[in-house]
């Protein structure tokens, strides 16, 4: 579903420069993925890249082949290059969930409405009863009327999977979900997540310092590996 080859992007200038490498990553759909990697090393800024925020340099190859029968392909380094943000952003909004580690929840809404903000924006169609589903799954059927600052950490953080999984999309990003949280919520939160995913077809890169927890739940691993010579920065799915 999504490629990788020789992508790469610099973070800050001169000496304080960092350069994230990806020498190749390739993520079928329905795939699961946990990059790891010490703190600074680059995670959180691949993640950005994958989610269509973050502009890359592509060497050879960044490319999204379409879940539709055609199997188009979408060039997704020619639409950075041509500065296509329009269409950027409707990927991000029809083929994109994303999992902040702090919950991202919009403070004013309640959880029935942050839950559905994904799908207003998204522009596609689903199904009628994946919300309903998506609440029940995530024990949230007591508390779709509750305001966020009323959960507690944990409860935002299943609000914040429900949210990201709403529209239905192709690829979930997950950036380090259970940082904020105790081991035993930890291991629930994404125990549930990777039902969801594999319930619904989902491919998912989770981000994570603790992958002794996700390292035997998903399919693959990359982890960060620091860039040899003079350049500082770290490279992901070798060669770089």
């Known amino acids: 579903m999504l490629t990788l080859r020789g992508v790469s992007c610099v973070r800050g200038t001169g000496a304080e420069s960092f350069t994230v490498a990806v020498g190749e990553l390739v993520i079928s759909r329905g795939e699961t993925v946990a990059i790891t990697g010490s703190s600074g090393s680059g995670k959180s800024t691949l993640l950005e890249m994958l989610a269509l925020v973050l502009r890359p340099t592509v060497g050879e190859r960044f490319a999204w082949e379409a879940a539709d029968d055609a199997g188009h392909t979408q060039d997704i380094g020619a639409l950075w290059q041509r500065d296509a943000f329009r269409e950027l952003a409707r990927m991000r909004a029809r083929n994109i ?5 702090t919950g991202g929840l919009l403070p004013y ?3 029935q409405s942050n839950i559905e903000m994904s799908r207003r924006i998204s522009q596609r ?5 994946a919300i309903p589903q998506l609440v029940e799954a995530l ?3 007591h508390l779709t009327r509750k305001m966020p600052h ?3 950490v944990g409860e935002r953080q299943r609000v914040s999977i429900a949210r990201a999984m709403a529209h239905e999309p192709d690829l979930l990003l997950a ?9 035993q919520l ?10 969801l995913v594999a319930r619904m077809e989902t491919a998912a890169v989770i981000v994570t310092h603790d992958h002794e927890r996700v390292r035997a739940r998903v399919d693959h691993e990359f982890s960060a ?3 040899t010579g003079s350049e500082r920065g770290s490279c992901f799915g070798m060669p770089c």
Not at 97 to 101: C, H, I, K, T, W
Not at 125 to 129: D, F, G, L, V
Not at 175 to 183: G, N, R, V, Y
Not at 186 to 195: G, K, P, R
Request: net charge negative; glycine share 4%.
């Open 97 to 101: 969930g994303f999992v902040l580690q």
């Open 109 to 111: 809404l309640d959880v």
């Open 125 to 129: 169609a689903w199904r009628r009863n």
């Open 139 to 141: 024990g949230l059927s």
């Open 150 to 152: 009323q959960l507690s």
């Open 175 to 183: 950036d380090e979900p259970t940082a904020a949280l105790d081991p």
């Open 186 to 195: 930890a291991d629930q939160v994404i125990s549930l997540m990777l039902e």
């Open 225 to 227: 590996v620091p860039m």
